[in-house]
């Protein structure tokens, strides 16, 4: 209970602190967030309960061994998250409202005091996240809520395990606590891409390692059949997100006729994805809900966000030896530099280009840390 009491003093300074959300938003945050750990409980006192329900054990026990990786193989910090479980009864933690501009990938974003801006805002209830987005679209944005299994609070409070993915695959239940444990590891205020395509790099560094140690050849079967599917998917998307941005970046376009081909595009995108899945996955449709309601570019503009950078930071993390100590202060050290340095650094990795700060694991040839920056 001292925990929750920590944690709600926490929330309740970052309501009096916040920039752009309202108090009474933040306060909503605070108790959804302190009615999740209020209901955590220990995962090794579950583990010595006999009537603990096997498969529930079975995952539990897989937490743990992954939680040790990260510490002893993927540098993570050593603390309480992920050493407690709470069973919310739903099947997401929070929805999330993305909102982008229905002529260009421009995402709306919000801005929150310690976290910086970010290119989502988040609820504990789904009504109140379809509320903000109906508003939104009544705006002429285009707007998606997703639901979330899993958020970080950046090692503040000890995020717990949760239902809403504690009974995912091995290897994408490795995958998205490697992911919320690198928002531990390297946060930048007001950048979600790069705060996210680096947890997602992360992500995919460590699980096929920690697979391959695991040594179950089912387990690994089933990963990279999943995941090869995944790549695919994401490059339909990736693709129709490329095409659109050439139409929209076209000046001879009238904004009628960049949204009628916007739409064309779309249908398109939707035929190659039904097309894919009877020809290629024998109708294998686990990735049918994304179309659920429509795509827009709220929809597409979240490939970019969590994997446009990902091939310049593993780029990154091969040029510092595959040493994930090397690579974090690599990164850390790239957050200092202003917004276009950043970007420009990225892009150079990306295309093998000479880098204008040195290798990239030396911190002594990046400038100086920018004042009031958080990291």
Known sequence: MLSCLKALLLWLLLALLSGCGSISYVWDAARGHI????????????????????????????????????????????????????????????????????DSFE?????????????YKGFFDEASAKELASALSEEGWDTVVVGVPAYSTLGLTADPVLNTFVYLPPGELARLLFHELAHQVV??????????????????????????????????????????????????????????????????????????RKQERLNALSQDYRQVRDLEWAGW???????????????????????????????????????FPSFYNAVKALGRLDAPQRADFLQRLAQRQPLPYGLGCDQSMYPPRSSGRYE
């Open 35 to 102: 009615t999740v750990l209020a209901q955590a409980q220990d995962i090794d006192s579950l583990l010595l309960q006999e009537n603990l329900e096997p498969r529930l054990r079975a995952q539990l026990e897989l937490v743990k061994d992954i939680r040790r990786y990260s510490v002893d193989k993927l540098a993570m910090p050593e603390n309480r998250a992920y050493s407690q479980y709470t069973d919310l009864g739903r099947r997401f933690v929070v929805w999330n409202v993305v909102a982008s501009r229905d």
């Open 107 to 119: 995402l709306k974003r919000w801005c929150f005091a310690l976290f910086g801006c970010v290119s």
């Open 187 to 260: 946060y930048i205020s007001d950048d979600t891409r790069f705060n996210e395509s680096f947890a997602t790099a992360v992500e995919e560094l460590g699980v096929q390692a920690w697979l391959d140690r695991l040594g179950d050849d089912a387990f690994i079967e089933q990963y990279r059949s999943f995941n090869a599917k995944r790549e695919q998917f994401t490059d339909l998307l990736g693709q129709a997100k490329t095409d659109l941005e050439v139409v929209y970046d076209d000046p001879t376009l009238s904004r009628a006729e960049k949204l009628q």
């Open 285 to 323: 449709n686990d990735f049918e809900p994304y179309f659920q309601g429509g795509v827009n570019n709220a929809r597409l503009a979240l490939v970019g966000l969590y994997n446009q950078e990902v091939p310049s930071f593993k780029t990154l993390f091969a040029r510092c030896g595959s040493d």
